[in-house]
Nanobody, 127 residues
Framework: QSQLVESGGGLVQPGGSLRLSCDASGFTSDDYAIGWFRQAPGKEREGVSSISSHGEYVDYAASVRGRFTISRDNKNTVWLQMNSLKPEDTGVYYC?????????????????????WGQGTQVTVSS
């Protein structure tokens, strides 16, 4: 059964680091890109980063570029390494999968482009 399960969230001080993991069992064929999104209280869910099925293409939101790094292994796991964290990075982080049509490039880093979602993991950046 295909599922997306996030882990690794927690409380960290500003300037600190966290590494999130997404177990993407069932979404590891050539047909899927995996993305990370986040949602702060009272705000809309926004795209953070995405990676292609084999990891050759990545995309980042401007707000995290240079601080966050997405990667994946050749099995089921996608990671999001988050460095130099800021209070505005606080939110629930979701892992999502986008099924790609044959020959399609990377999906837009928007909610509507991703059809399968995990339950989320809380990240709080606070002193």
């Amino acid at each position: 059964q295909s599922q997306l399960v996030e882990s690794g969230g927690g409380l960290v001080q500003p300037g600190g680091s966290l590494r999130l993991s997404c177990d993407a069992s069932g979404f590891t064929s050539d047909d899927y890109a995996i993305g990370w999104f986040r949602q702060a209280p009272g705000k809309e869910r926004e795209g953070v980063s995405s990676i292609s099925s084999h990891g050759e293409y990545v995309d980042y939101a401007a707000s995290v570029r240079g601080r966050f790094t997405i990667s994946r292994d050749n099995k089921n796991t996608v990671w999001l390494q988050m460095n130099s964290l800021k209070p505005e990075d606080t939110g629930v982080y979701y892992c999502a999968a986008a099924k790609l049509p044959p020959g399609a490039g990377m999906p837009q880093l928007v909610v509507r482009a991703f059809g399968s979602w995990g339950q989320g993991t809380q990240v709080t950046v606070s002193s």
